[in-house]
């Protein structure tokens, strides 16, 4: 796509926004009380809010005007945040971190795929070198200190001379045989040729009999042929089969590439050149107009003097440079409109952001003239605009402090009065003002006592890095993450049956919660906050690369607070809170960072066993609600927990650290059919007929991603991968290994279901689904029961 191509696609995504941004004003003002009605409301926004979402995320990722890239930035964040708030109240009015849009997808002729909410490209670009030089450092350390993950080496034991003759003697024989047996064959053939020969030239050869038989050969074989590839395009219209070359990257695409690469270096040379022309055009400004805008300020505000001296018979007060100074008097607004303008209440952090720079385009982009700027370079004359005001209000602090000296001496040459001496005033508020800043002080102090305020970041880094604690997160994006749609979400809710979520509504979950928050910084301060999550699941359905895949698409650093491996470092109750404390400081100072606990139910154990006392798991149970804690807005830091025995902890301190909890299914028919299929692909199998792949993810209920990963690589070695030619893959390979695995069985699922139904969360839902007017009832019931004995005890 080109420029005007992209520009195009920018206008057409601001109509969109514009529209929806009057709905949601218009919906704001009335007050509803159905509740499918509000759920209905707030999902058509939310999937709005994500086309458009994807939409801007495309073009600030391929367009190349600097200004433009600028406001789209900040409408793109806003979207953003609103989608985080949109989500949150659905999860607050369904009492339900998943939900389902089957019939509104309907309505708005969406697929599935167009709910995949995007990471923006920008979380990467902006700080590629700095993730780079961090990658490099923390390799240097981990191979200095020999903790670096160590390649395959292929060992070969020595064995005796004797037993090596005999191998290759065992070697050589075969050979040997099988060259006999050979040899042996073709002998055979040749011999049975020609007595065949012999005795079809004893009988008379019918010429016509011999072409019938091969016309009847060639015709059954030929129309084989021609109904085998009239059933394999007729397969490929239904949509049963991808077409010939569905697998190959085409030239257009590569092409694209291309082109999408040069625009990136485009986009980095005009953004020079924009950040270049901010300074020039500024210095230019200050010689050529900053002498007129300091002249027509000073003029401003004599009149301002005069006008009031004539008015009220004496000169004014000149504003405090707190109060603004003289910016102050020549404002639009009173005093009344901006307390007005205060106490509105606004429906959202991010509506008045978007708002804003819907409004900023309206009057800039919508209609403007750029057929002068076709290499879409910056606009000279709204830098100039733009520098204007800074340079007024810069030149203004310097005019502020001359006109007050001049009113001073108005006063004194026209009223004789002299101002009183506030020297002791000052003094006052000095005193006054110290005194308030040692009680801060001094509060602080015990509050965030920095433990090694000697010490530097770079110097705390490595010492995490060698003990482990801070270690190389896996190049795993989200997208590997491979699953498919559930598509009777809706369906089942209707009839009062709670579906178990699709792996794709769990990539959703952490895109939304996990990656959108860490990588942007403006979202992560104003939008609804989520400082913990807890993946739970069953071994193998992917939890782990679910945080690597955070850390891959954010750049963000990785602490690894496992019990086990914290085990024996940092001994006692000062190396704990030594070993936080520089894990939160080295966390905070380069966010943004995931800090991870595997197997997190150690860390909350009802009852440690006997086993595993002497690494004390629940170290860090005290401690985390205090992390939690002391984690604000404008910290990016993220505490990730994976468990797959969550009933073995203490479910109220569990809860109580772990904001949001998922639970990590096993694939349903429909994701094991796309996790074969792209598997066996991404491991060099070629997926051919003989290949029953429907039937493989029935058979293979229960079974796990990492199951398949492990059979897929067992099945197809180097060897096999070169057979597939005249040998191609059957099920039977990838089922023979099967049967050396446990699956996972429909009783643990429902274990992991039951457990989440005491959470917090799953109390609060299933009181929804029964009805919870009975038990607000019984708990009335209870409190009056307790009055009355409390009265008659008394």
């Known amino acids: ?78 979207v953003m945040g609103r989608v985080l708030e949109l989500k949150n109240e659905m999860v607050e009015l369904e009492l339900t971190e998943f939900h389902y849009f089957d019939d509104i997808l309907q309505d708005l002729k969406l697929a599935p795929q167009q709910l995949d909410i995007p990471i923006p490209k920008y979380f990467l670009k902006e700080k590629l070198e700095v993730i780079k030089g961090r990658e490099k450092i923390l390799a240097q350390i981990l191979a200095n200190t020999g903790l670096d993950i160590p390649e395959k080496k292929y060992t070969v034991k020595g064995i005796p001379l004797e037993e090596a003759v005999k191998l290759i003697q065992i070697a050589e024989r075969a ?54 590839k009239q059933r394999e395009e007729e397969m490929i219209f239904l949509g049963m089969k991808p077409p010939p070359l569905y697998n190959e990257v085409s030239a257009t695409v590569i092409q694209a590439e291309k082109v999408s690469s040069l625009r990136n270096e485009v986009q980095i040379k005009h953004e020079e050149n924009y950040k270049e022309a901010l300074v020039t055009i500024k210095d230019d400004l200050k010689l050529i107009e900053g002498p007129d805008i300091k002249e027509n300020l000073q003029d401003q505000i004599r009149h301002w003097f005069i006008e009031c001296r004539n008015l009220t018979g004496t000169f004014p007060e000149y504003p405090n440079v707190e109060e603004g100074g003289s910016a102050i008097i020549f404002s639009n607004k009173t005093p009344q409109q901006e307390e007005d303008e205060g106490w509105k209440m606004s429906p959202s952090v991010f509506l008045s952001m978007m708002e804003e720079g819907n409004n900023v385009y309206k009057d800039l982009w919508k209609n403007k003239d750029e057929s002068w700027n076709f290499p879409q370079d910056y606009d000279p004359e709204l830098i100039k605009q733009e520098k204007r005001k800074e ?16 009113l001073k001496n108005l006063k004194l040459a026209v009223d004789r009065k002299k101002e009183p001496p506030v020297k002791a005033a000052k003094k006052k508020g000095g005193k006054m003002k110290k005194k308030g800043k040692k009680g801060k002080k001094g509060k602080r102090g015990k509050k ?82 989520v400082k913990s999550l807890l993946l739970a699941g ?91 804690r002391l984690l604000k807005p404008d910290d990016r830091i993220l505490i990730v927990g994976t468990t797959q025995r969550p009933f073995d902890a203490e479910l109220q301190s569990f809860c109580r650290v772990y904001q949001k909890i998922i639970l990590v299914p096993r694939p349903d028919y429909a994701s094991r059919l796309v996790l074969w299929r792209q598997i ?12 029953n792949i429907s039937s493989l993810a029935k058979v293979t209920d229960g079974f796990t991603q990492g199951h398949i990963v492990e059979v897929v690589q067992g099945v197809l070695t180097d060897r096999r991968t070169r057979q597939q030619t005249y040998k191609p ?66």
């Open 1 to 78: 796509m080109s420029n005007a191509m992209y520009n195009k696609m920018w206008h057409q995504t601001q109509e969109a926004l514009n529209s929806l941004l009057d709905k949601e004003s218009q919906n704001t003002m009335e007050s509803q009380s159905n509740q499918v009605f509000i759920f209905q409301m707030l999902a058509t926004f939310y999937i709005k809010y994500v086309q458009i979402f994807r939409n801007l995320e495309d073009v600030y990722d391929q367009i190349v005007h600097p200004q433009k890239r600028i406001l789209i930035r900040k409408i793109l964040d806003g």
């Open 175 to 228: 050979r040997q045989g099988r060259l006999r047996a050979m040899f042996m064959k073709q002998i055979f053939l040749q011999e049975y040729r020609a007595k065949q020969a012999k005795i079809l030239g004893e009988k008379v050869a019918d010429v016509g009999a011999a072409a019938l038989q091969i016309q009847k050969v060639w015709r059954g074989f030929h129309q084989s042929k021609k109904t085998e």
């Open 391 to 406: 340079l007024e209000s810069e030149i203004r602090v310097q005019v502020d402090e001359l006109m007050r000296q001049e």
């Open 448 to 529: 965030d006592k920095d433990l090694t305020a000697d010490r530097t970041i770079e110097s705390l880094y490595k010492e995490l890095v060698e003990e482990g604690l801070l270690i190389q997160a896996l190049k795993v994006n989200l997208s590997d993450y491979i699953g498919e749609y559930s598509y009777l979400g809706t369906t089942l809710r209707q009839v009062s049956i709670e579906p178990m979520p699709s792996l794709l509504d769990v990539r959703q979950l952490i895109a939304l919660y996990g990656i959108l928050p860490l990588g942007s910084a403006t979202v992560h301060e104003k939008a609804p906050l």
């Open 538 to 628: 069953p071994s193998g359905v992917g939890k782990k690369m679910l945080v690597h895949a955070i850390c891959t698409e954010t750049g963000a650093n990785l602490f690894n607070l496992s019990a086990a491996n914290i085990a024996g470092k940092y001994p006692g109750k000062n190396g704990l809170q030594m070993m936080l404390h520089v894990v939160v400081k080295v966390a905070r100072e380069l966010q943004p960072s995931v800090v991870w606990i595997g197997d997190t139910e150690k860390t909350f154990y009802k009852k440690v066993p006997s086993a595993e006392r002497m690494i004390e798991p629940k170290r860090l149970k005290k401690q985390l609600p205090k992390i939690l």
């Open 680 to 691: 066996i692909q991404r491991h060099g199998g070629i997926i051919t007929n003989a290949l």
């Open 729 to 794: 893959l059957t099920a039977a390979e990838f089922v023979t290994m099967l049967t050396s695995m446990s699956p996972v069985y429909q009783e643990e699922e429902d274990s992991f279901k039951d457990w989440y139904a005491k959470t917090p969360m799953g109390k609060k839902r299933a009181s929804v689904l029964t009805g919870g007017d009975t038990e607000k009832e019984k708990d009335k019931g209870k409190k009056k029961e307790k009055k009355g004995k409390k009265e008659k005890k008394k």
